[in-house]
């Protein structure tokens, strides 16, 4: 995005550099590779939106830059059936007064303002949709239809065009309950807003000698000004207050808030009716505006944060088809599921639910839990769990945990819950503030006895406590630390860090010690082909593509989707398809007898050409000649050596633990440069957590769920994958961005992030020092007190937002 | 200077008038989304 400040402008890694990109989703083509897309999805996507005459897109996307990369469209070929979104039984659109319906839907995979274009330019391209907006930061799309539209046809096109759709349940209290307090506290801001900037020009006057009836006027004035600021839109203050005082012993930073602004209005009122008529009120009003906005920019941030994590939406929102009481089946939407329903879940589908396979066998990819890339076969009577993917087979399940109660959704409430933890130096500064109170308090008490009955001067000891009440308000202490922190997590968010918990920002700088997980951290987690001879001969090709078309292991996927990308053609017929015992499989062709076997005598680990972990070497035999053979494995990140390399220099310790064999760690572990005694390898997770505990101040960046034991027992985890909206990760950080990049970028992020609160808390404890001895000692009366004060928390408020550009440049 | 008695009232009554257009727009969810739009205005016709 142009607009933001944010961009990135690191350049792509060289190797990068060379490979051509996908046309649709720019992503690298593999290489040997002659046509223009990744995978058939992404072509499809292509025509499709050249023959509406949409190409546009492209031409918009490049002018932009866009923000994060789009992903390849691989979902094409899900079958889904959107007939629910029709059912009135089912899905209450909201009714427009004109007729029309609307909808919002979350939608995977926008990513840039070319994408709003897209999706905005619906009603063109269906004549029943009256609009459709879309709101980038939150990928939701309101979508409204003429009465005659169905939203089936809607939902469809969206998919088609490679945007899935889920629907979101906008009915829902809460959503209406945080729309009303968001709007509220908007009010709450421009109310304060207008009472401060009118009394400060009222104040001016005042200050600058105005006097006679005219002072009198200003005065009253102020008061009826002030009166709305204090009241409505200091309100969650005192009630807060209020209720902690009440209900617990745990005061937070808003009680001493409170106890200003109530000390600070009526000290305010007393001048004005018997004093001197020095009164304070622009300056609480300009503090109740400036504290309230910071509230404001804490709450939406951390809305954007909760927004991206609520991932479990996604499969509370498709159709299921479901067996309903007469045997037949049914579609409906998965929130009218529940425990013991009978549902089935189509080839290629997620499971919307946790379950106990009742009929049918397939294969289920659980990367999303377990990071394991092979998938498991599952059968009657096995387990498959919300969130994982069913790759072959129709399967019948019965339903056992729906939604908040799916192991899916349990890690996510708890990665929710972790989220809104006060972070370690946020509660030290509530604390801080609680002896705070204690101390002015007692401080006011002393002055009231020393100064008041011991030295027979009751005006001026009253006079001082005001000061001190008034000067003493925490507010720059209030501001700093959720501020800076808030303003940190922001900008790690437009980064890509996803940072789950904030602590673990916090953390991050002390710990020297890096512990890297092998699979599908240092490399891909994929099966590619990574070392091919003899592989591009046309005959050779159309023989695997042939042979393996009818195996359904996951080689014979990799070689199919390979064959299929370097040179599209239809299948042959195979006669006499045979399964090999010892591995492997046969079949005859026009063109003679193919094999393809695996080689007996290959280790896996063994070194190759091309950087990363290889499993498995196949012989492709042309009536028992040898003609080519492909070696498979896991292919190591592109990034990961120059990363790794820059993190030793930066002086980090670094290991490789890894459940895999010795040769095959120890030959990775040389090409990225980690030293021997550093490779750990064959390591059970168990043996993996002991690890970690024997290393306290470690931290752990695996690829998920399968590093879990492990990631949590180290200080700080770091979870790294390829797609943010495909994985679920666990760890306190997530790089939602591709790979391990930006890695480097984040330590410097959290170090820069720990000077920036120091100087705030510094410059906060300081000014409090000064005015308080200052307020103690007579030397400020209240009017001075009360111009200080939210120029302190003014400056704080600069501090941080000069502190989040610095975190912006890096 | 006895004008201001009668200007300051004027000017408080203008900026109540912004007042009331800003609390206008948080109820019609004008701040909802910051971003989108500053992208939709260059593709829009």
């Not at chain 1, 919307?352 to 009657?380: A, H, I, N």
Request: net charge neutral; hydrophobic share 45%; aromatic share 8%.
């Amino acid at each position: 995005m142009p607009s933001q400040p944010c961009e990135k402008t690191e350049e792509p890694p060289p190797a990068l550099l060379l490979q051509r990109q996908c046309l649709h989703c720019q992503q690298p083509v593999p290489e040997n590779d002659s046509s223009d897309f990744c995978c058939n999805g992404c072509q499809t996507v292509y025509g499709l939106l050249q023959s509406c005459g949409l190409s546009d897109y492209y031409r918009i996307r490049a002018d932009l830059g866009t923000q994060r990369p789009a992903r390849p469209v691989s979902w094409l070929q899900h079958k889904n059936s959107f007939a629910f979104l029709d059912d009135p039984e089912q899905v209450t659109p909201r009714l427009d007064a004109d007729g029309q319906r609307s909808l919002s839907f979350y939608l995977e995979g926008v990513h840039c303002a070319a994408c709003i274009w897209l999706v905005e330019q619906l009603p063109t391209f269906l004549p029943d949709v009256a609009s459709a907006r879309l709101n980038l930061a939150s990928s939701e799309a309101e979508i409204s239809l003429k009465a005659s539209g169905r939203f089936e046809t809607v939902a469809d096109l969206l998919l088609r065009w490679g945007y899935r759709p889920h629907l979101v349940q906008e009915n829902s209290d809460r959503n209406k309950h945080a729309r009303r307090d968001q709007i509220l506290m908007l009010s709450r801001i421009g109310v304060a807003a207008f009472a401060a900037g009118n009394l400060m020009i009222l104040a001016v006057a005042l200050y600058a000698g105005v006097d006679g009836p005219l002072a009198h006027y200003f005065e009253w004035l102020s008061l009826l000004l002030a009166l709305p600021a204090l009241t409505f839109s200091a309100w969650p203050f005192y009630q807060q207050a209020w209720g902690q005082l009440r209900h617990s012993r745990q005061v937070s930073i808003d009680v001493p808030i409170a106890l200003s602004l109530v000390l600070g209005s009526l000290g305010g009122t007393y001048e004005l009716f018997w004093g001197t008529r020095q009164i304070y009120f622009d300056s609480l009003a300009t503090l109740v505006f400036l504290l309230l906005l910071s509230r404001y920019t804490l709450l939406r941030t951390q809305q954007q944060v909760l927004r991206s994590s609520q991932l479990l939406s996604f499969y509370t929102a498709e159709s299921v088809t479901r067996q309903s009481a007469d045997g037949s089946w049914q579609a409906v939407p998965v929130t009218q599921i529940q425990s013991g329903d009978t549902i089935q879940v189509a080839e290629s589908q997620r499971f919307p639910v946790d379950g106990v396979v009742r009929q049918g066998e397939s294969l289920v990819d659980e990367t999303v839990l377990t990071g394991e890339p092979f998938p498991k076969r599952v059968g009657p009577g096995d387990n498959v769990y919300c969130g994982t993917r069913n790759q072959r087979e129709c399967l019948e399940i019965s339903v056992t945990a729906t939604a908040d109660d799916t192991r899916l959704g349990q890690i996510l409430l708890q990665a929710q819950h972790n989220l809104g933890k006060k972070t370690h130096l946020m509660r030290l500064v509530d604390r801080l503030a609680r002896y705070f109170m204690v101390g002015v308090l007692g401080l006011s008490a002393l002055l009231f006895i020393g100064l008041g009955l011991l030295l027979q001067h009751p005006q001026e000891a009253l006079v001082r406590i005001l000061a001190l009440a008034i000067i003493a308000c925490p507010c720059a202490l209030a501001l700093a630390t959720p501020l800076t922190v808030q303003i940190a997590l922001k900008r790690a968010l437009s980064k890509g860090f996803f940072v789950r918990n904030p602590d673990a920002l916090e953390r991050l700088p002390n710990l020297k010690t890096l512990v890297f997980d092998k699979t599908g951290t240092l490399t891909l987690g994929r099966f590619e082909i990574l070392q091919a001879e003899g592989f591009n001969a046309p005959d050779v090709q159309a023989a695997v593509l042939a042979l393996e078309s009818h195996s359904r292991h996951p080689v014979a996927r990799t070689l199919v989707q390979a064959v299929l990308k370097q040179q599209p053609q239809p299948i042959q017929k195979v006669q006499d398809f045979s399964v090999i015992p010892s591995g492997g499989i046969a079949g005859q062709l026009a063109s003679g007898h193919w094999q393809i076997v695996p080689d007996p005598d290959f280790e896996s680990g063994s070194p190759l050409q091309s950087a990363g972990t290889a499993l498995l070497r196949l012989k492709i035999l042309h009536n028992d000649h040898l003609r080519a053979s492909l070696t498979l494995g896991d292919p190591l990140r592109p990034e990961a050596p120059e990363v790794l390399r820059q993190l030793r220099a930066a002086g980090y310790q670094i290991y490789l633990l890894s459940g895999d064999q010795p040769a095959a760690c120890s030959y990775l572990a040389q090409q990225v440069g980690i030293a021997p005694a550093c490779t750990l390898s064959q390591q059970s997770p168990e043996a993996k957590e002991q690890f970690l505990q024997s290393h306290p101040d470690a931290v752990m960046i695996g690829d998920g769920l399968n590093d879990l034991l492990a990631m949590s027992k180290a200080r700080v985890s770091i979870s790294v994958q390829g797609s943010a909206e495909e994985n679920l990760q666990h760890g306190d950080i997530y790089l939602a961005e591709q790979g391990l990049s930006h890695l480097p970028n984040l330590l410097w992020h959290a170090r820069t992030l720990r000077r920036l609160l120091k100087v705030a808390l510094g410059f906060s404890l300081t000014y409090n020092m000064l005015g308080i001895s200052a307020a103690v000692l007579g030397f400020v009366s209240p009017l001075v007190a009360a111009i200080v004060m939210p120029f302190s928390a003014l400056s704080v408020f600069g501090l941080a937002l000069i502190g989040g550009h610095i975190l912006c440049k890096s | 200077m006895q004008i201001l008695i009668l200007f300051v009232p004027m000017a408080i009554l203008v900026s109540f008038g912004f007042l009331v257009a800003f609390l206008w727009a948080a109820r019609n969810r004008q701040f909802e989304d910051l971003e989108t739009p500053s992208h939709r205005i260059l593709y829009e016709d």
